[in-house]
């Protein structure tokens, strides 16, 4: 059974920085593209970042670009996302998505973990 | 920057149609994707490249492609499909993802 574990979320000042994981098991991870997407207390949802199965290329949505850094590591099953000079827009339930990318025109989310929530306030 | 169009909301009764559109520029070209979130739960995926459903999904969930609009089809709609909907695909650019604004469906 897949399943995907987020934790290190909490509450973070402005300026500040936190450390996401996600403990991925049920599935080889390093056949996967993975992905952050986060979600505002009553918004939509918002996708943040995406990293190749060798961690080669990475992709931010330009909100993001420069404060946060997607990484991974294959032989301990974990992606992780490093977030710095958080901002109180930075809020958000952050979830670890399992990517499929069958095509060049094709990238979605099969699985999902249950969500780390972040609060950045003084 | 791409964006994906939805309703902010749609209403039925038990047992008729919803019809939740997701309009976006690119379409035509890059699949569609629909997710559905109940409270405090996270998203689950109910189509895939713009009309198919994985397993598991019920089949009264359907999804169609036509020009720069997508559609997700709940036929027979239950109080169990109350629930936020939201539509995804990626910019032609590269695997930048861009979600619609979501679509809460409410089951009168």
């Known amino acids: 059974e897949v399943q995907l574990v987020e934790s290190g979320g909490g509450l973070a000042q402005p300026g500040g920085s936190l450390r996401l994981s996600c403990a991925a098991s049920?599935?080889?991870?390093?056949?996967?593209?993975m992905s952050w997407v986060r979600q505002a207390p009553g918004k939509g949802l918002e996708w943040v970042a995406n990293?190749?199965?060798?961690?080669?290329?990475?992709y931010y949505v330009d909100s993001v670009k420069g404060r946060f850094t997607i990484s991974r590591d294959n032989a301990k099953n974990s992606l992780y996302l490093q977030m710095s000079s958080l901002r109180a827009e930075d809020t958000a339930v952050y979830y670890c998505?399992?990517?499929?990318?069958?095509?060049?025109?094709?990238?979605?989310?099969?699985?999902w973990g249950q969500g780390t929530l972040v609060t950045v306030s003084s | 920057s791409y964006e994906l169009t939805q309703p902010p909301s749609v209403s039925v009764s038990p047992g008729q149609t919803a019809r939740i559109t997701c309009s976006g520029d690119?379409?035509?070209?890059?699949?569609a994707y629909w997710y559905q979130q109940k409270p405090g739960q996270a998203p689950v995926l109910v189509i895939y490249?713009?009309?198919e459903r994985p397993s598991g999904i019920p089949e009264r969930l359907s999804g169609s492609s036509s020009g720069t609009t997508v559609t997700l089809t709940i036929s027979g709609v239950q109080a169990e499909d109350e629930a936020d909907y939201y539509c995804?695909?990626?910019?032609?650019?590269?695997?930048?993802?861009?979600f619609g604004g979501g679509t809460k469906l409410t089951v009168l």
């Open positions: 995804q695909s990626v910019d032609s650019s590269g695997p930048y993802v861009v």
């Open positions: 690119a379409l035509p070209k890059q699949y």
């Open positions: 490249k713009d009309s």
């Open positions: 998505a399992r990517a499929r990318v069958p095509t060049a025109a094709s990238y979605y989310f099969d699985y």
């Open positions: 049920g599935f080889i991870l390093s056949r996967n593209w």
């Open positions: 990293i190749k199965q060798d961690g080669s290329e990475k």
